[in-house]
């Protein structure tokens, strides 16, 4: 059994993530320093699976205990990399922060984990080091434009990074996905997205208004070129988005070909905000207050994907539409309004 680790594991995509490869067979221990999640995560991740992750509290930006923290893991077969700040609008009013953690904690653990000869990264990126794109959909051939924002540049130059490392290294291998906008939550409603604060995504945004924990819905711009006027996303279900992580594991582990390759993880399809609120509507039953408002800084106009590369390569597709997506995450702010309740 193959043991993985997955930093950031207790967040929204890691803890998904988590729960798909340890149903896979692999063997998972998680680094988070809980700045952006809870350690309750890990109770739903055991119903789930039937198994609770190794855990491990502390922020990999700390070097000193990163390298201890290897030197009791020597058995680690490949990692996954989630842990970033991932906000565009707290990326433009603290550019700063950005900078330090996301790159520091990439540097922090390529450099570890090749001191223990540890070779195998997948790497969460993103679709905003596209930036406006010219032509749509997005191929991983799409030229990466300036980012709009402090996090998409991180994202490029974690990526420069990482491609450096495996020119400079052959026994280093890498899969880089790019994601574009993950949504939704687990269908057993044991785990979701859990923002702190006010919700920098739309879908929690969407789910809280309809709670009642928000009187409306800000859509930020509806003037854009796009046939509704609003932004345009390609919105994948967060569990689709897991399941592409086990797949990349699989193909390092079993090719062991060094290098990088890059892949798409979206639908293949766009959708606006005004259509994820009908989405909304239709699986909830209830109408949702909103409000159309000025345009928000960092944001592209339309983003979404040809995924046809990891439709063909890793052997993976999304399978949930918008409404699986938007139900799921409609029964998991259910279920957070029942448990704060008691």
């Known amino acids: 059994m193959s043991k993985i680790l997955v930093t950031g594991g207790t967040g929204y995509i890691g803890s998904h993530t988590t729960v798909e490869l340890m149903n896979a067979g692999y063997e998972v221990v998680i680094i988070d320093n809980l700045s952006n999640s809870n350690k309750k995560v890990l109770e739903g991740i055991e119903k789930i699976t039937g198994k609770v992750p190794a855990f491990e509290e502390f922020d990999i930006c700390d070097k000193k205990k990163l390298d201890e923290f290897f030197s009791r893991h020597q058995d680690i077969s490949a990692m996954i990399h989630f842990a970033a700040f991932k906000a565009v609008g707290e990326s433009i009013e603290q550019p700063l922060k950005y900078y330090r953690n996301n790159l520091n904690s990439l540097l922090n653990l390529m450099e570890s984990a090749r001191k223990n000869k540890i070779n195998n990264l997948v790497f969460s990126s993103s679709a905003t080091v596209y930036g ?68 920098a995504n739309l879908v929690p945004f969407v789910t809280q208004t309809g709670i009642g924990l928000r009187e409306e819905l800000k859509v930020f711009g509806g003037d854009y070129n796009t046939p509704d006027g609003t932004c345009i996303r390609d919105y994948i279900h967060v569990v689709d988005l897991a399941k592409a992580h086990v797949k990349s594991i699989w193909r390092m582990l079993e090719n062991k070909k060094g290098g990088v390759e890059i892949f798409n993880l979206g639908t293949g399809k766009g959708n606006s905000v005004l259509e994820v609120i009908k989405s909304f509507e239709r699986v909830s039953g209830q109408k949702l207050p909103y409000q159309i408002v000025e345009r928000r800084n960092g944001d592209v106009e339309a983003s979404f994907s040809s995924t046809k590369l990891a439709n063909k390569t890793l052997g993976w597709k999304a399978q949930r539409n918008l409404d699986d997506a938007l139900r799921t995450a409609w029964e998991w702010e259910k279920k957070l309004k029942l448990e704060n309740a008691k």
């Open 132 to 199: 406006d794109a010219d032509r749509l959909p997005l191929t991983e051939e799409s030229p990466l434009k300036k980012a709009n924002c402090p996090y998409g540049e991180t994202k490029q130059i974690c990526e420069d990074m990482i491609i450096a490392l495996a020119k400079s290294d052959e026994d280093f291998q890498s899969i880089v996905l790019r994601y574009f906008n993950p949504i939704g939550a687990h269908e057993s409603a044991l785990i979701g997205e859990l923002p702190i604060g006010v919700p």
